[in-house]
């Protein structure tokens, strides 16, 4: 993905009641982890999976390499579930 971004259907949006962040779809709602949450909050459509992977190694002290694995598998997983846009 080159610049990847939130569908238009799709938002984040902090659950009180589950006291943790989810993603919300039309008859959809995804409760995040951790790290579903830390990549989607910097979907912006115009950085890269590489700034992005990046950004995330630096700010939690961890090698670019496996970090940049796991932004890019749970991108591609709600790619398929038509939530994120490339």
Request: avoid cysteine; charge should be negative; aromatic fraction near 4%.
């Amino acid at each position: 993905m080159s610049a990847p971004r939130l569908s238009p259907h799709a938002r984040l949006h902090y659950d009180r009641r589950r006291e943790s962040w989810v993603l919300l779809a039309p008859e959809r709602v995804l409760v995040l982890d951790d790290v579903a949450y830390a990549i989607l909050r910097r979907l912006d459509g115009q950085h890269d999976v590489a700034r992005l992977a990046a950004a995330l190694a630096e700010e939690y002290d961890a090698p670019a390499s496996a970090i940049a694995e796991d932004v890019r598998e749970v991108l591609e997983d709600l790619r398929r579930k038509g939530l994120v846009q490339p």
